[in-house]
């Protein structure tokens, strides 16, 4: 349900490696550059960063993912900027099935997200969220403005062509009105279907 006007900039992505125990990871990659992950290790790595686990950084693999699960059930979405690959999928099917508007207000930011890159969202509609931007976490607002920015342009570009397209299809439906009578198949040298008169029938018929 991507924006036309975001085709060929905006591209989601899926990774699995085996040994992952099904775990994946997602992918949002904007003119060919990777923005933004879901996966345990993205959340792991942000919980670190943010001196979540006090005390020196871990070394061996089991350190690393020690107390993962409890702060993910203490520290909800809304407070992190990082998510895991379950809690993508689950946004995306939340945005998949309810209204538009109700994901543009959802309390989940990765619904959010989904949400201002779809091409339901109108014009009207982007103008009228145009003074919430700031109010998303900084990460999404990126997002925001790229849609607006896309959005903007395109309409910036139609205004710009509109004359040039409006000359292109008059001079061409004129070409067609103008020689609608030639393509004919004669069916015989006389009689009421012969080609002279089928012409003639077309030529008075034709818009």
Not at 56 to 70: A, I, K, T
């Amino acid at each position: 349900m991507l924006a036309p006007c975001l085709y060929g900039r905006v591209r989601y992505g899926c990774t699995a490696y085996v040994g992952m125990d099904g775990s994946r990871i997602f992918e949002i990659c904007i003119d060919g550059r990777p923005v933004k992950h879901f996966s345990l290790e993205t959340v792991n790595t942000w919980f670190l960063d943010n001196g979540y686990r006090p005390g020196p950084r871990p070394v061996g693999l089991g350190e690393y993912w020690d107390g993962l699960w409890m702060l993910l059930d203490k520290v909800p979405r809304s407070r992190r900027t990082a998510y895991t690959d379950d809690e993508f999928c689950d946004a995306l099917a939340a945005y998949r099935t309810q209204d538009i508007a109700a994901s543009l207000h959802s309390e989940d930011p990765l619904v959010r997200m989904l949400a201002i890159l779809d091409r339901r969202v109108g014009k009207r509609t982007l103008s009228a969220l145009r003074d919430t931007v700031s109010q998303q976490p900084e990460w999404l607002q990126n997002f925001y403005r790229l849609r607006m920015d896309a959005e903007d342009f395109q309409h910036k570009l139609y205004k710009k062509c509109r004359p040039f397209l409006t000359s292109q299809k008059s001079s061409a439906t004129a070409q067609c009105r103008g020689t609608a009578f030639l393509h004919i198949t004669p069916f015989g040298p006389s009689g009421p279907y012969s080609g002279r008169r089928r012409a003639r029938r077309l030529r008075r018929t034709a818009p």
